[in-house]
């Protein structure tokens, strides 16, 4: 049972209790239906678990998680080949990986950001940010509306208090004090006896801030993948491009896109630069890549000029052009067997050595014939190198990526090539299943050939010459609509981060009362949300700057000075409490407070007073994190409230 000494302390703890109140939009805990304190329980009814679910999903711990597994599903992204970014990657894998390639299908790990699990962790992340933060706004909007709390009955069980003595009329004194404080950019009103005030709602609004900023992403995000529009396109030097579904070598877009709207535009190759460096450990590294290009867009087809150089695209109506990749095609000219040309062009042949280029490729010729007019389609497979070794070498790999010393080397086929078939087929791979090779004199037909040489076939089957060597660029077109609303939430997000860290909420209070022998006593407390120096800092500048509207009173006489300190409940020094149980209690003593208050000497019984004003008060050395239900600080020695007389 408790104590009769404990009821005060009891209402002192519910006043501390309630001027840290609603310092943060935390949700509250929910008592249960019986009263009882502690966690509710749910019913057992449908209705019952659907709510248990839904706080547990709106929680900002589940919140977190959610967060943290939507980064570790976006490793797998990063790690593993995409199939919306490079199918041929993942062919590559599938070959390499035999073993692990089924179980990555049955995890969606080539299509991460698509698959079900990725896609439910999405949501629920975008479920359980909005159920936390609507509640939590309209928390806030309630605490921009109202008013700082009345001052609690002991200030000094509060972690930064100070207290001093004045001639002034209390009156004079709160109105100073809320002048002072509405100054400071303080939220002040007096109340009762006391000036109450707030200042550092910016933190709960760069709280709230930063987690709508989550919400936007994620939109941004939603908006991107589904009206987003994405294709992949190869451009030889002097060839174009016109933004038509036809035209794309790849293409794929989100759900809701209609390929109707692509925009009318178009570009043209004109030329490809690119430099190298040529000596020292970096040798072969690339210094420039630019691709120079004549573009317009709209109906009227005006050209313009423009380059495009790596991470560095060109904006053409909504779209973005970039610039992925480099290589070189081979000019060739195929003449069949009735000395008729059948084929010339530049043939892109793919990078096999990114480093210096050695390349692969193959030419079709399906509409040759033979010298008496019978159908003859011609095949050719081969390796480009743009610098060749020499013969001294002994290999037909290139040793330097730039156009130095050109090779291409053909090996000759004639058959079917199964274009005619109707099952698609890649035009960097020939079907040799109906191709035939060249023999002649039992040796397979290839020649290793320099610019302006011709390579003839058997049998008077006609012949194909290297004319010489242009470059060609990929180039990806994207389409992004949430890009913008992305970057707007991702500086929101910088923005509420920095107001939830360095901005502190704090409350103030002055009272000012008329002790028994006419003297006014001023008290000052603060409180923040949580533990921080800068709170008893500011406070003992408060004190100091109220201090000319409020000088400390002149020096009374033994007598008057004990009967003051008994009167107002002034703390004492640790050692001479004279609320012994209170100090027991909370083991903080006076010393702990912002600034010592007017006190006896530690020689009592001389009854000799030793006032101290405001410019002396020391620091708080005490616990400042006053967050909870009845507060979380104590002082050693409580003053006793003014209106309740004199208290031993």
């Known amino acids: 049972m408790a104590s009769k000494t404990d009821t005060p302390r009891d209402a002192d703890d519910a006043e501390v209790g309630a001027a840290g109140s609603q310092l943060s939009t935390a949700p509250e805990e929910e008592a249960s239906d019986g009263g009882a304190e502690g966690v509710s329980l749910p019913s057992l009814g449908p209705v019952g678990w659907a709510r248990w ?38 062919e590559q894998f599938r070959t390499d990986h035999p073993t692990l390639a089924p179980l990555y299908d049955k995890l969606g790990l080539f299509h991460v950001y698509s698959s079900v699990w990725f896609s439910a962790i999405y949501l629920l992340l975008f479920i359980s940010l909005i159920g936390c933060i609507v509640p939590r706004s309209w928390q806030f909007v309630g605490q921009l509306r109202g008013r700082p709390p009345r001052a609690p009955r002991r200030l000094t069980r509060l972690p930064a ?42 933190r709960e609004a760069g709280n709230l801030v930063f987690h709508v900023s989550l919400i936007v992403i994620l939109v941004a995000v939603a908006v ?36 109707d709207d692509l925009e009318p535009f178009g570009f043209s190759l004109k030329s490809f630069d690119a430099s190298y460096e040529r000596s020292g450990p970096q040798k072969g590294t690339p210094r420039e890549f630019r691709a120079n290009i004549s573009y317009f867009q709209g109906a009227d087809g005006t050209e313009h000029q423009g380059k495009i150089e790596v991470n560095h695209p060109l904006e053409i109506a909504d779209s973005k052009i970039f610039l992925l990749s480099h290589g070189y095609a081979p000019v060739v000219e195929v003449t069949d067997g009735r000395g008729k040309q059948v084929y010339s062009g530049a043939v892109p042949f793919l990078p096999q050595d990114m480093q210096n280029y050695t390349s692969t490729g193959v030419v079709k010729v399906p509409n040759a014939q033979t010298a008496d007019g019978k159908r003859n389609q011609l095949g050719f497979s081969g390796f480009f190198v743009p610098t060749y070794g020499g013969k001294g070498s002994g290999s037909m790999f290139s040793t330097f990526p730039a156009l130095d010393n050109p090779r291409l080397t053909l090996t ?43 390579m003839k076939l058997p049998g008077g089957d006609g012949s194909i010459k290297f004319v010489g060597v242009k470059q060609w660029a990929t ?13 707007i939430g991702a500086i929101a997000i910088l923005i509420g981060l920095a107001g939830s860290l360095f901005i502190q909420r704090r409350r103030v209070w002055v009272r000012a009362v008329r002790g028994a022998d006419g003297v006014t006593v001023v008290e000052m407390a603060g ?41 107002t409940g002034t703390a004492t020094q640790a050692g001479t409490a004279t609320d012994t149980d209170s100090a027991t209690d909370t083991g903080t003593a006076t ?39 009845t507060g979380s600080t104590d002082s050693a020695d409580d003053p006793a409230d003014p209106s309740e007389g004199a208290r031993a």
Not at 169 to 197: C, M, N, S, Y
Not at 226 to 244: I, M, Q, R, T
Not at 534 to 563: I, M, Q, T
């Open 53 to 90: 679910f839904w706080r547990q999903l709106t929680s900002m711990r589940v919140a977190l998680i959610l967060l943290f597994l939507l980064s570790l599903g976006a490793i797998p992204g990063s790690l593993v080949p995409q199939t919306s970014i490079d199918p041929t990657k993942v």
């Open 412 to 454: 000759a086929y004639h058959g079917d090539l199964g274009v005619d078939s109707g099952l698609p087929q890649s035009v960097y791979q020939l079907e040799k299943k109906n191709l035939k090779q060249y023999q002649q004199d039992g040796r397979a037909v290839a020649q290793m050939m320099k610019p302006g040489e011709t």
């Open 161 to 202: 208090y100070t207290t001093w003595r004045t001639d002034r009329e209390p009156g004079e004194v709160l109105g100073a004090a809320q002048r002072l404080l509405k100054k400071r950019r303080f939220r002040a009103h007096t109340i009762d006896d006391a000036v109450a005030a707030e200042k550092g709602y910016l």
């Open 591 to 629: 010393e702990a407070s912002a600034k010592p208050v007017p006190a006896p000497s530690p020689a009592a019984d001389e009854k000799k007073p030793t006032p101290t004003g405001p410019e002396n008060a020391a620091k708080s050395t005490g616990p400042t994190d006053s967050i909870g239900a």
């Open 224 to 259: 991107g993948s589904l009206w987003k529009s994405e294709g992949g396109k190869l451009v030889v030097e002097g060839d174009g491009f016109a933004n038509s579904l036809t035209q794309y070598d790849n293409f794929k877009s989100g759900a809701f896109y209609d390929t």
């Open 475 to 487: 180039f990806q077109v994207s389409h992004q609509p949430g890009n913008g609303l992305a970057l």
């Open 527 to 567: 409180l923040g949300r949580s533990e921080s120096a800068r709170l008893p800092e500011e406070l003992a500048d408060l004190a100091a700057a109220l201090e000319p509207d409020a000088p400390l009173a002149a020096e009374a006489g033994p007598d008057a000075a004990a009967d003051t300190a008994a009167d």
